[in-house]
């Protein structure tokens, strides 16, 4: 792949997106629009604990969607601690609700995961056919589907975790009327997805559009910009801000486990028995056997190493695996980049995983692991299948 001037120019509006991405997520966190929609997630709960985890699973969905899931762990963690003191046995399944809303939300949009960002870079790279369709609407077009599925299998599993007998815990608290600056927050970003799915849609719809759409980024970002900086919605502290301790610890620990990974060459020994299997797999035809294999194993491999290593090691087996059978490598990296976000049995399986579980005393290691598996098996189904079907029929 030769970057040029050319192609720089071409990929500068998906450059944008990331950049402006970025900031939107700062920016989010600066103004506690997360703590503003968590509120509003208890009140739509009417003091049902049913009710509340699938609230706190959507709200955490929606918020990895556009800002980095750890992120939306740590805006998380003070309203669930803050709903632990008034409750009793809830800290498992408040605590699974943000992990498992965190880690289905990642998949949800372009820039959901850091998994999607090397996805678009490993589709460059090999010079995979149709990577050029992907855009930031047609992505919400499979991906949002899915991910109503996925909240839908974690809101079944974590519901496993209540104690049988409670139905109604929380008492309702007077509604807060939104801030100012979190109306102002809100409106950067409504114009954050009114322009880039606006754009990616009309330079989808229209052709001559499409000469002109980095110019169009070019000019949003530079508005954007202005609008948050100026707008006095994001300070230089702010990026410091709110970091808990023990969470960072947990995250240390996290580092060293994947240095040692590295180190002994792990994830090059299970690429090596993937790929074998893989091909065992191609050569009797069954293509959606592939699918469902490369989900599992990616997700039960992410639990143990780092998203982007999984990710990024099994891109290129993929590659091979489609030239050798004639598979369209395509949706299945697409797969693997999905996949590689869907971790929910340990505590070292994500950086969102880590800083929760780490947060939150009391959190039963025992039920994470079991109902982690469940969800396991059943999002490698689903994705699996969701994707085998869907994907194709998009970036046809």
Same mark, same amino acid.
């Given at each position: ?25 700062r920016?989010?966190?600066?103004v506690?629009l997360?703590?503003?929609?968590a ?5 739509f709960?009417?003091?049902r ?8 699973i ?5 918020l ?6 750890a ?7 003070p ?7 008034e409750?009793?046995?809830?800290t ?7 992990i498992?809303?965190a ?9 959901g995961?850091?998994?999607n960002?090397?996805?678009i870079?490993?589709?460059d790279?090999?010079?995979i056919?149709?990577r050029?369709q992907?855009t930031?609407f ?5 991906a949002l589907?899915l991910?109503? +599925? ?6 079944l #599993? =974590?519901? %496993?975790s209540l104690?049988?007998?409670?139905i109604? !815990?929380v008492?309702t ?7 100012q600056?979190q109306?102002?927050g809100l ?17 989808e719809?229209v ?5 002109y759409e980095p110019?169009?980024?070019v000019?949003f ?6 609008a948050?900086?100026r707008g006095?919605m994001l ?6 801000q ?5 969470g ?6 996290l ?5 040692l ?6 994830d090059?020994h ?6 074998n ?11 959606? +056997? ?6 599992? #194993? =990616?997700? %039960? ?7 982007? !290593? ?15 059978y004639a598979?369209n ?10 996949a ?12 969102c ?6 947060e939150?005393r ?5 039920t ?14 689903l ?12 970036y046809?």
């Amino acid at each position: 792949m030769e970057f040029s001037a050319t192609y720089i120019y071409d990929r500068l509006p998906l450059i944008l997106l990331f950049v402006t991405g970025y900031i939107l997520y700062r920016v989010t966190a600066s103004v506690a629009l997360p703590e503003y929609m968590a509120a509003r997630a208890v009140r739509f709960s009417r003091g049902r604990a049913d009710l509340l985890l699938l609230s706190l699973i959507i709200v955490s969905a929606l918020l990895s969607m556009f800002i980095p899931n750890a992120v939306t762990v740590l805006a998380m963690i003070p309203v669930i601690r803050s709903l632990d003191d008034e409750l009793e046995a809830m800290t498992t399944p408040l605590t699974l609700s943000i992990i498992y809303g965190a880690n289905i939300g990642g998949m949800g949009s372009l820039i959901g995961s850091p998994a999607n960002l090397l996805l678009i870079g490993a589709l460059d790279m090999f010079n995979i056919a149709g990577r050029e369709q992907i855009t930031f609407f047609n992505w919400f077009e499979w991906a949002l589907p899915l991910v109503a +599925g996925m909240v839908f299998l974690a809101w079944l #599993v =974590v519901r %496993l975790s209540l104690p049988k007998k409670l139905i109604q !815990v929380v008492q309702t608290q007077p509604e807060k009327p939104i801030s100012q600056i979190q109306l102002k927050g809100l409106l950067v970003f409504a114009s954050f997805l009114v322009f880039w799915a606006g754009s990616s849609f009309v330079a989808e719809s229209v052709c001559a559009f499409k000469a002109y759409e980095p110019l169009a980024a070019v000019v949003f970002s530079i508005l954007f910009c202005f609008a948050v900086f100026r707008g006095e919605m994001l300070r230089m502290v702010d990026m410091v801000q709110g970091i808990p301790k023990r969470g960072v610890l947990f995250l240390g620990l996290l580092g060293i486990f994947i240095i040692l990974v590295r180190i002994l060459r792990l994830d090059e020994h299970v690429a090596g028995l993937f790929t074998n299997l893989l091909e065992a797999l191609g050569r009797s035809g069954d293509g959606y +056997g592939i699918y469902l294999v490369t989900a599992f #194993v =990616v997700i %039960l491999l992410t639990e143990f190493l780092s998203n982007t !290593v999984v990710s990024t090691a099994f891109f290129a087996v993929i590659v091979h695996v489609s030239a050798t059978y004639a598979l369209n490598p395509l949706p299945l990296m697409i797969l693997v980049s999905a996949a590689s976000t869907c971790a929910f049995m340990t505590p070292v399986a994500t950086p969102c995983n880590s800083l929760a579980v780490g947060e939150m005393r009391g959190m039963s290691l025992r039920t994470m692991v079991a109902l982690g598996m469940v969800m396991n098996v059943g999002g490698a189904i689903l994705l699996s299948g969701w994707i085998w079907w869907v994907v194709p029929k998009v970036y046809g």
